[in-house]
Every structure is written in structure tokens, then in C-alpha cells.
T-cell receptor, first 112, second 109 residues
Framework: IAGITQAPTSQILAAGRRMTLRCTQD?????MYWYRQDLGLGLRLIHY???????GKGEVPDGYSVSRANTDDFPLTLASAVPSQTSVYFC???????????FGPGTRLTVL | GQNIDQPTEMTATEGAIVQINCTYQ??????LFWYQQHAGEAPTFLSY????GLEEKGRFSSFLSRSKGYSYLLLKELQMKDSASYLC??????????FGRGTSLIVHP
């Protein structure tokens, strides 16, 4: 693995189903983030984690949950998907010693 | 909370110079970032400003005025490949960055 990866690349999901979006980084970054990007609204923060074992809520956390069991992985779970969660989801990471965020390639999720 | 404003769309000619502005209001300030995002791709880091002044990096420069809550990204010698969205992000007292809605730049021949 080089950098930050996300899976799946895209997914079509029926409303009411549970879905976990996966994110893994191999840069040993402390902080990780989940954003959703919708046309005209830009990137909005869903949840973040400053270090393994801790998580925090962002701007739009409702309907989403995260866990940070170790440094590398930061999965995002939709417990019961709704059509308004149709979006492109980006995972990102950053090191406390550096400033920039590194973004994964994104997951395009469609909820029908 | 934070309020970040940037123009929705700009157009420019290949070879020209374009300035993309970003204004912000935030409680606490710990840096301003610019990212580039091509259609269908992930954002990539361009620049970071935490002190007032101009940071130059090749064809791209970024300026910050903390007292005015203002930044701009200057792109020189525009190329067709510079057609992309440019995202301004501000890090507040919590060190969590918040993104503006982005500026779509269209470069035409």
C-alpha cells in the first residue's frame, strides 16, 4: 500500500441497508478524517480522529459512525442508509508534525 | 463555527494570470490551506499559510492577511491542465480544517 486507500470504489445500496466504507493508510499518520462531497456544497466533515482510540464529530455526523481501533484503519459505517447519504466520500489523513491532508481516491455511494 | 467564502466559478485564458480569493471568519486561526481537485479525483495539497505574507511555489503563490480574514491563490502562466476546482480550507482553534465550497476554474485556449 502506498498512501491512503479506500474501498469500495463505488457502491449502489438499497435504503435501509447497513454499509461500511473502508479507509487504510500506511503513513503512520495520527489524524484521520471522513468527508462527504456534494455538488455545490464542497467538502463537509463527518467524523475525525486525532489519534488511535479517539474520535470526534464533524459538521454532518448524523447517520454515520466511526471507530479507530488502530493507527492505520478508520472505517465509516452507515447503520441504515438513506437516499440523502448519496454522495462521494473521501477519507483523509494528516500527521501532527505536518500540515497537509492526504486524501484517498474516494468512494461514490448511491442510496436508492 | 466558520464562514468561508470563495467565488463559485472563474474563467481565464491559457498563459494568463488568475487570482482566486478566499475570505473567512473563524474563532481562532491555525492556518489556511489551498487544495486542487480535478474532476473525478481527490483533492491534492497546494499551499499552506499561517503567517501574513506571500508564499511562492513555482507557478502558484498564496497570500494571507490574518487581520482581514483574507487569502488568495495566484496562478501564473496558466495551462489547460490547471482547469480544476480550488478549495480553500481554514484550520480553527480546534485544529480541524473546514473547507469552503471551492472555485471551479476553467482555462480556455
Amino acid at each position: 500500500i502506498a498512501g491512503i486507500t479506500q474501498a469500495p470504489t463505488s457502491q449502489i445500496l438499497a435504503a435501509g441497508r447497513r454499509m461500511t466504507l473502508r479507509c487504510t493508510q500506511d503513513m503512520r499518520h495520527n489524524a484521520m478524517y471522513w468527508y462527504r462531497q456534494d455538488l455545490g456544497l464542497g467538502l463537509r466533515l463527518i467524523h475525525y480522529s486525532n489519534t488511535a482510540g479517539t474520535t470526534g464529530k464533524g459538521e454532518v455526523p448524523d447517520g454515520y459512525s466511526v471507530s479507530r481501533a488502530n493507527t492505520d484503519d478508520f472505517p465509516l459505517t452507515l447503520a441504515s442508509a438513506v437516499p440523502s447519504q448519496t454522495s462521494v466520500y473521501f477519507c483523509a489523513s494528516s500527521d501532527s508534525d505536518f500540515n497537509e491532508q492526504f486524501f484517498g481516491p474516494g468512494t461514490r455511494l448511491t442510496v436508492l | 463555527g466558520q464562514n468561508i467564502d470563495q467565488p463559485t466559478e472563474m474563467t481565464a485564458t491559457e498563459g494568463a494570470i488568475v487570482q482566486i480569493n478566499c475570505t473567512y471568519q473563524t474563532s481562532g486561526f491555525n492556518g489556511l490551506f489551498w487544495y486542487q481537485q480535478h474532476a473525478g479525483e481527490a483533492p491534492t495539497f497546494l499551499s499552506y499559510n499561517v503567517l501574513d505574507g506571500l508564499e511562492e511555489k513555482g507557478r502558484f503563490s498564496s497570500f494571507l492577511s490574518r487581520s482581514k480574514g483574507y487569502s488568495y491563490l495566484l496562478l501564473k502562466e496558466l495551462q489547460m491542465k490547471d482547469s480544476a476546482s480550488y478549495l480553500c480550507a481554514v484550520r480553527d482553534g480546534s485544529y480541524i480544517p473546514t473547507f469552503g465550497r471551492g472555485t471551479s476554474l476553467i482555462v480556455h485556449p
